[in-house]
């Protein structure tokens, strides 16, 4: 089987920021390995020596990302290629794709892989816009283009089942029929950021203190009401945060479209007992910052379907305490969800406090992610686009 990834980074000066190149760089081996030949567009090469790579243009905004296909250069790619299998990972480019392998005369099977949702659903079944993508009134358009993609696509992937379920009602609401299409394949975890907490159990003494928040600092994940329960968490003193500033310095570009990670960076950096760290792109240097906290702290994104980085404390042994919503409701263990700010802090002093607790789930934190192996992902990969 000949696939052709077709990979939108927009992260391009930090790509361990970019959980789509992430994926990418993590699978492609691992799809290899289980037999198919890989190409990857894009504008960084992803995965290792034995796929291929081929140079394409960075978008300038998500907006671009979204919105200016070059079909010509699409047309040019495929027929280079000549691909069993496409995948857009830019979800409403599937149309674009689809006129281009009409053009090309190509009869390749379109799979689609939504990486991100420009919807999701409140506990009412309202259907809520995503913020980070309606600049400018745009939210309703790029859910428009999306439902396009949708149905352009032979193939539809999504991380978990909160995602086929928020997918599902969106497309029904907007006419597209999936039909049988639609197929649940989650995130590889990365192998370099795995450890056993049975064997590393002297790492994971009581004076260990440290929570660590390794999330995007965009207001759309909700940073605010991390900011507010930062303070909360750290007033007693027997708790201490360890940040992610995973984006470093941006491009102009990026923070005239949304320049909250910096500010939520600042306002952290104030606050006391709150340390702010950079991993500057290293994987190494990331492993060792998660390696030295005592548990994780998910997102407050109520649009989540789902979070390479809480998979990625989970890997390390890290126990994750969540707010109850989306598919961290779904993946974390219910008992470390909360729903209060002061169910978060006792959540927090325990894991910190009592040792066999934390023991307990840092266990089921590292078993959770057991069926998350790039090998076992790249099967249900093949599976979903054979």
């Not at 994940?221 to 900011?227: C, E, I, N, P, S």
Request: glycine share 6%; charged share 25%.
């Amino acid at each position: 089987m000949r696939v052709l990834y077709l990979l939108n980074i927009s992260n391009p000066d930090r790509l361990s920021a970019d959980s789509g190149w992430i994926f990418a760089d993590l699978l492609a081996p691992a799809l290899v390995d289980a037999g198919a030949e890989v190409a990857v567009a894009a504008p960084a090469a992803a995965g290792d020596s034995r796929c291929g790579f081929r140079q394409t243009k960075t978008p300038g905004t998500k907006y671009r990302a979204r919105f200016s296909n070059d079909v010509d250069e699409l047309v040019t790619l495929i027929r280079s290629e000549r691909p069993d299998v496409v995948v857009a990972n830019q979800i409403e480019e599937a149309p674009a794709i689809r006129t281009a392998l009409l053009e090309a005369g190509v009869d390749a099977l379109l799979a689609g892989y939504c990486h991100y949702l420009p919807f999701s659903f409140n506990s009412g079944g309202q259907l809520l816009l995503d913020p980070s993508l309606n600049d400018a009134g745009l939210g309703r358009p790029v859910q428009l283009a999306f439902a396009a993609g949708l149905a352009a696509c032979d193939r539809v992937m999504v991380h978990s089942s909160t995602a086929a379920s928020w997918v599902s009602a969106a497309a029904t609401r907007m006419t597209v029929d999936l039909g049988d299409r639609l197929r649940v394949v989650p995130a590889p975890r990365d192998e370099r950021l795995v450890r056993d907490p049975a064997a590393t159990s002297s790492d994971l003494s009581s004076d260990s203190k440290i929570g660590i928040y390794n999330h995007r600092l965009y207001a759309h994940y909700g940073t605010d009401k991390f900011v507010r329960m930062a303070r909360d968490l750290t007033e007693s003193g027997k708790v201490r945060l360890r940040v992610m500033d995973l984006f470093g310095d941006r491009r102009a570009e990026r923070k005239g479209l949304d320049d909250s990670p910096e500010c939520m960076r600042d306002q952290l950096a104030a606050l006391p007992h709150v340390q702010v760290v950079s991993d500057r792109g290293d994987r190494t240097r990331y492993k060792h910052l998660l390696a030295g906290a005592r548990f994780g702290i998910a997102p407050f994104r109520h649009g989540c379907p789902w979070s390479m980085s809480v998979i990625d404390c989970q890997g390390m042994g890290l126990p994750v305490i969540a707010p109850r919503l989306g598919w961290l409701a779904e993946h974390i263990d219910p008992e470390l969800c909360f729903t209060a700010p002061e169910e978060a802090v006792a959540l927090a002093e325990r894991l910190v406090m009592d040792d066999e607790f934390h023991a307990l789930h840092a266990k089921r934190a590292y078993a959770s992610t057991h069926d998350f192996t790039p090998a076992l992902i790249a099967a249900r990969y093949l599976e979903a686009i054979s």
